[in-house]
């Protein structure tokens, strides 16, 4: 009987060891995950602290106050460049960006979404070239420029 016990006692002490890793991991994994959601909030601008969506498709759906939800969803990015391009070529404070974005219906879970929204300009800008930073958290829209550019470029190539 006193082999059977150390052997049980053996187990036991294997068993809690295990246990310590696993929660060793589980800690580092639950790090890694908050790291990453707070990334993503900040890089997004949705200031969503987990995604939803495969990230294939993460963008924050918010709905519009004159139409039904169910028949329209505007994403934040989607009003933002709507806003931008309507004020073109005025350009705006991320401020004055997300009142009216927000006049559109948008809606954002972020402490400070005109902070969020300029963390977001700078990731539009980088990725798309759409938007242009003309001042500390100010931006205009540029999609109208290069669209000219482009114009000017292929008959300029055409003439010779």
Known sequence: MASDERTIRAHLEEIEKKLNELKEKEAILLSLKTSYERWLA???GTGQTYPQKPIANQEEKVTTDQEDSKQSLLSLRAATLKVLQEAYPQALHASEIWEKVQALGA?????RPA???DFSLHALMRRTGLVEKVAPA?????GKEKEEGADKKEEESEEE
């Open 42 to 44: 900040i890089e997004t």
């Open 107 to 111: 809606k954002s879970q972020a402490k």
């Open 115 to 117: 902070t969020a929204l």
């Open 138 to 142: 100010t931006w205009r829209w540029a």
